[in-house]
């Protein structure tokens, strides 16, 4: 039975009521192009569900596996392995369903749980407090956008051309509905960063600079020179981070002077899952924590003195003060917040140093063959498990041809930045421990065979 509880009579009334003329009226925002006009051509209206299994099935068998194939694909979503143990106790009953723990004393296990990614979370990222997750990476920049823009009472921010493209989409998006200001640019391929150019720019109407680290070609650049800039302008520094794992080998952006960092936590315990549900890391300085967006679990200790979890700081969140809320994101994707937390705990701080470690070598095995290929130049001067190559020839026919060869080989610039002629040879490379020397060989000698 559907359950359509409104007549036409109630939907009427809710339109006058909102001042709209139809309901065709609420998704003006969502470009013509983009809107059905009817059915889906070739959709039927209906099937079995036996053959709707038969068909997403086939369907299916038209991906190429990432377990099955040497594997070199990044740019904000990279394959590590997860333990076995990771998926057997988010499975559990009572993590499973997890939601907002409103009532505490039935919810003690999610909060302490909530509590532990906090603390992962902050000592990774090197700040004093962190929330218990976001949505995914690229929201949580745009909220910290929002953030430093609430702590600065200004509204131009300055992003890194090293910050992820569909980073800036998100950001960009959203900016068209607020009054913020975003200046944008594009990367080149070279060596270095644009940091020097970032801290030219840098004045009294900025609210913010936004830093990707690593960067999306890979590149890692000193933080402190542009905190240090922004700071004396009276801005913030926000930094991005897509791969978490790296933060196991180099310095934390708070280190470095950040004062909001945010970014992805799918490297810890989150799988590819074709792109999602991923987890959004928020982490900042403990004087900005009441404009900091999403749930914050607290200890606190109960009436007979023992120790317990609560939500703290709720009156900045949209169930308590909708109007006036820090955000008005619901989702905190906890689920995949205990993954991470459980891998962390799992790996600990020597066997996330020993991965990160892994990675890197990996990584400079790979970069070192790759480079000595002729007509392919290495870009990066420092990496950490991601470097750029630059290609004799356009990168992204260049991917299809290794796909035909049994190698999904890296990203290619000109999906990124379709368009954009001068990186339309760049190719990004990821090498994680997952990585074999069999994967290495069948790479170098796929693309020896592609840029001949």
Known sequence: MRYLPLSDVDRSE???????????????????????????????MHASEMAVERHMTALSRKNMVAGDVPFFLGCGAYRHHIPASVDHIIQRGEFLTSYTPYQPEIAQGTLQMMFEFQ????????????????????????????MAQRITRREKTLISSGVHPHYVSVATSMAQFTHDELETSQPTLTATTDAEQLIAKIDS??????VQYPDILGRIT????IA??????????????????ALGLIASPGEMGADIVVGEGQSIGVG???????????????????????????????????????????????????????????TSSVLCALAFTVHLTLLGEKGLRQLASLNHARACEAADRLAAIPGVELVNDSFFNEFTLKLPVEARPAVHALVERGVLGGVSLGRLYPGVEALQNGLVVAVTETATDEDIDAFEAALKEVVQ
Not at 14 to 40: C, H, N, Q, T, Y
Not at 127 to 144: I, K, L, P, Q
Not at 205 to 210: F, K, L
Not at 275 to 291: D, I, M, N, S, T
Request: net charge negative.
């Open 119 to 146: 603390t992962q979370v902050a000592r990774l990222l090197g700040c004093e407090v962190a929330n218990a997750s976001m949505y995914d990476g690229s929201t949580a920049m745009w909220e910290a956008i929002e």
């Open 222 to 225: 000193d933080l402190a020179p």
């Open 272 to 330: 590819l899952q074709f792109g999602g549900p991923y987890v959004g890391l928020f982490a900042c300085r403990e004087k900005h924590v009441r404009q900091m967006p999403g749930r914050l679990a607290g200890e606190t200790a109960d009436v007979e003195g023992n120790r317990g979890f609560v939500l703290t700081l709720s009156t900045r969140e949209q169930h308590i003060r909708r109007e006036k809320a820090t955000s008005n994101i619901c």
């Open 14 to 44: 809710m339109l006058r009521v909102i001042g709209a003329g139809s309901v065709d009226e609420l998704f003006r925002d969502v470009p013509a192009e983009a809107r059905l006009k009817g059915p889906i051509d070739g959709l039927p």
């Open 205 to 210: 109407e900025t609210s913010a600079v936004v």
């Open 228 to 245: 240090e800039a922004a700071h004396a302008a009276g801005a913030l520094l926000i930094a991005v981070v897509t791969e978490p794992v």
